[in-house]
């Protein structure tokens, strides 16, 4: 990954550390103690020390994250590392990541070995510990669909569980360690279940458009990851280049008859259905706003994906916070829908 990091190392904690090259917003903050265990062990030794009154933070890339001000207590940036093969039959292969793995580094290498399931998801910034805590997803695919079980250190107890996939309480960009059970669990790594035949997911527009006059057995999961990162690369700022936390808002999902009658005011609407409900593009409704391309101070909507607040420079979360007020009092008054938040505030 491209931002300087301070080393991991479980015996040295930072005290009073500089936490901008930890969020991709760059927003200036501080944490009081900052630590990087690079194994469980290391882990469970930092946790064993620290006082349980203070408060704990754990945060990957921070590229989901608004930093309100400065962390209280201590702060833990895993550094747990390593991508192995697990198991395999004749249809899956079973593999594990710790949570400190450069996500895309994930991709990259289970692409490249020829197994099928996380194309869909290159080039999601962040790490593999932080990919299941909002259950990431892109171009219809969610890590849910390829999560075997998560490993997590609990907080309370200091011991080690395994959640299966389906005891995560995934929903869209959710789960229970971001929701019911945050602060509980620390995620110390990721077991997944890719396939050895591809079966790849060409459903969105423009892997539709690349892939979809094709025999399935024909669409290579390297294929799909190259024309994902050249579409990602097309329209999302690179946090390295522009700050920003990816999506800023979630994709509303309204009623059916709250969805017929805004398509009768706006004939354009950019909307799909779900078993929930209808899921409207926040994008568009920003965009529709007036609000695609244009500043506030130092913050603005991202001229080609109106979704991303980005940072131009200078930028506190005060000024974060004002923008999206802002876009979210103005979607709210010409459409009627409430923007949620994506990235997770701190602290
Ligand atoms: P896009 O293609 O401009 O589409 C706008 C929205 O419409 C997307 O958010 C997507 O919802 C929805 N959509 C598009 N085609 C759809 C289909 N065939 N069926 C159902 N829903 C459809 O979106 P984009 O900004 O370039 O992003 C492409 C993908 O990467 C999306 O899946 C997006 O969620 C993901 N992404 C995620 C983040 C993040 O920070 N979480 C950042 C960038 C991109 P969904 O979001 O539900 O897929």
């Known amino acids: 990954m491209s931002q300087s990091l301070p080393p991991a190392d479980s015996s040295s904690q930072l005290c009073d550390a500089d936490l901008t090259a930890l969020n991709t917003l760059r927003l200036p903050a501080r944490a009081h103690r900052l630590a990087r265990p690079s194994t469980v062990d290391e882990l469970a030794q930092v946790l064993a020390e620290r006082n349980p009154a203070e408060p704990l933070f754990v945060i990957g890339e921070g590229s989901n994250l608004v930093i309100g001000s400065d962390l209280p207590g201590l ?24 949570a400190g793995v450069h996500w895309d580094d994930l991709v990259a290498w289970t692409v490249t070995q020829g197994w099928q399931g996380l194309e869909n998801l290159s080039l999601i910034p962040g790490t593999a510990g932080a ?5 990431i997803g892109a171009y219809g695919v969610e890590l849910s669909q390829v999560l075997e079980q998560v490993t997590v250190l609990d907080v309370v107890t200091a011991r080690v569980e395994h959640f299966a996939a389906d005891e995560c309480e995934f929903a869209y960009r959710d789960s229970r360690f971001k929701s019911r059970d945050r602060g509980r669990y620390i995620i110390t790594g990721i077991e997944l279940r ?28 390297v294929a799909v990851r190259e024309r994902v990162i050249a579409v990602r690369q097309s329209k999302l700022p690179d946090p390295a280049v522009l700050a920003n936390a990816g999506s800023f808002f979630k994709n509303p999902v309204v009623n059916g008859a709250e969805a017929d009658a805004l398509k009768v005011r706006f004939p354009d609407l950019v909307a799909y259905p779900q078993p929930q409900g209808v899921k409207l593009a926040a994008g568009w409704l920003i965009e529709q706003a007036g609000w695609k391309g244009k500043c506030l ?34 979607v709210l008054e010409q459409f009627g829908v409430t923007l949620e938040q994506e990235p997770v505030l701190l602290p």
């Not at 527009?205 to 057995?217: D, I, M, Y």
């Open 297 to 330: 101070g130092p913050v603005g909507m991202h001229s080609e994906q109106a979704l991303v607040l980005v940072n131009h420079g200078g930028a506190t979360s005060a000024d974060v916070m004002a923008l999206a007020d802002a876009v979210r009092a103005d």
């Open 194 to 221: 890719l396939r050895k035949q591809p079966r790849c997911d060409v459903r969105y527009g423009p892997l539709q458009a690349a892939f979809g006059h094709l025999p399935e057995h024909e669409v290579s999961p």
């Open 75 to 98: 702060t833990l940036s895993l550094a747990i590392d390593g991508m192995v093969q697990v198991k395999e039959d004749d249809v899956h292969v079973w593999i594990a990541a710790g």
């Open 131 to 135: 990919a299941p805590f909002q259950n």
